[in-house]
């Protein structure tokens, strides 16, 4: 039997993070994968959330069936409720492992994961499991952010001590928050055939008034009262008065006419 180190999620599932979640849809954050959609199609979506980009992907399989799984029972709620509110009548939700899914070997034709591997502390395995019940000819489609990718402008020293130690969390949760870079490496190593492969990346850029706000808005939030403050707490590596000197810094970066962001990402389409 093999013994794991249990994943903690950096996260959590404060509003603040929800908030992030909800925005999520399939052209924004797995447009890569769009191309391989097809009606009729039986989709998994592992680590689904929320659920707006299961809704978005049940619409584009339709009749197909698409099953969203997540390990947190409470925000497969809102998950359920936002399919209800959609009307998609083709997509169920379920709590579910993504080293242990609850299916068949063989059951879909696409298996998705959006911003998963990276709190993994076995993504590898995770891949196999996703491979496992992914049909021969099917696709698994998985994509995750970079942050030591992630850049912005106007500089600022607050937004790198953020950085930093979002790093040093991740580091002591045992997770990979570079985990963008290291997609093409995990899915090889799973034993995914290399000549069905495809590689790629991708960016979510906030620049617009708008945008900046929400962005920096919801990070100062997450620096205070997420479970990513909680845990930085948690492991000795930052105090409050610390976590608030970060949100200030977002507060402050957020109000620059200058300010712009970006998040690059590591995608692969892995064919079975």
Same mark, same amino acid.
């Given at each position: *039997?093999?013994?794991?180190?249990?994943? %903690? $999620?950096?996260?959590?599932?404060?509003?603040?993070?929800?908030?992030?979640?909800?925005?999520?849809?399939?052209?924004?954050? !797995?447009?890569?994968?769009?191309? !391989?959609?097809?009606?009729?199609?039986?989709?998994?979506?592992?680590?689904? =959330?929320?659920?707006?980009?299961?809704?978005?992907?049940?619409?584009?399989?339709?009749?197909? /069936?698409?099953?969203?799984?997540?390990?947190?029972?409470?925000?497969?709620?809102?998950?359920? /409720?936002?399919?209800?509110?959609?009307?998609?009548?083709? %997509?169920?939700?379920?709590?579910?492992?993504? $080293?242990?899914?609850?299916?068949?070997?063989?059951?879909?034709?696409?298996?998705?994961?959006?911003?998963?591997?990276?709190?993994?502390?076995?993504?590898?395995?995770?891949?196999?499991? *996703?491979?496992?019940?992914?049909?021969?000819?099917?696709?698994?489609?998985?994509?995750?952010?970079? $942050?030591?990718? *992630?850049?912005?402008?106007? /500089?600022?020293?607050?937004?790198?001590?953020?950085?930093?130690?979002?790093?040093? %969390?991740?580091?002591?949760?045992?997770?990979? &928050?570079?985990?963008?870079?290291?997609?093409?490496?995990?899915?090889?190593?799973? =034993?995914?055939? +290399?000549? =069905?492969?495809?590689?790629?990346?991708?960016?979510?850029?906030? &620049?617009?008034?708008?945008?900046?706000?929400?962005?920096?808005?919801?990070?100062?939030?997450?620096?205070?009262?997420?479970?990513?403050?909680?845990?930085? *707490? !948690?492991?000795?590596? !930052?105090?409050?008065?610390?976590?608030?000197?970060?949100?200030?810094?977002?507060?402050?970066?957020?109000?620059?006419?200058?300010?712009?962001?970006?998040? +690059?990402? =590591?995608?692969?389409?892995?064919?079975?």
């Amino acid at each position: *039997m093999t013994t794991r180190t249990p994943d %903690v $999620y950096t996260h959590g599932h404060h509003e603040s993070v929800l908030r992030s979640h909800r925005w999520r849809t399939a052209e924004n954050s !797995a447009g890569y994968l769009l191309p !391989a959609l097809a009606p009729g199609q039986r989709v998994l979506d592992v680590g689904c =959330g929320p659920g707006t980009v299961t809704v978005d992907l049940a619409s584009r399989v339709a009749p197909g /069936e698409v099953i969203g799984v997540d390990r947190s029972a409470k925000v497969l709620e809102a998950a359920v /409720e936002h399919a209800q509110e959609a009307g998609a009548d083709n %997509v169920t939700f379920q709590v579910g492992d993504a $080293y242990a899914l609850d299916f068949p070997d063989d059951s879909f034709d696409v298996v998705h994961a959006h911003q998963v591997l990276q709190h993994l502390t076995d993504p590898v395995a995770a891949l196999r499991e *996703m491979r496992r019940v992914t049909r021969p000819g099917g696709v698994v489609a998985v994509r995750d952010a970079d $942050y030591a990718a *992630m850049t912005w402008y106007p /500089e600022h020293h607050g937004l790198d001590e953020w950085q930093a130690l979002y790093h040093e %969390v991740t580091e002591a949760n045992g997770a990979e &928050a570079d985990a963008g870079r290291r997609l093409l490496s995990w899915v090889r190593d799973a =034993g995914f055939d +290399p000549a =069905g492969i495809a590689p790629g990346a991708g960016v979510w850029c906030y &620049a617009t008034p708008e945008d900046r706000a929400w962005w920096a808005g919801l990070w100062a939030d997450r620096c205070v009262a997420s479970n990513f403050a909680v845990q930085a *707490m !948690a492991h000795k590596l !930052a105090d409050e008065v610390g976590l608030e000197l970060l949100a200030d810094a977002w507060r402050e970066w957020g109000q620059s006419l200058d300010g712009w962001f970006a998040v +690059p990402h =590591g995608e692969v389409l892995a064919r079975v």
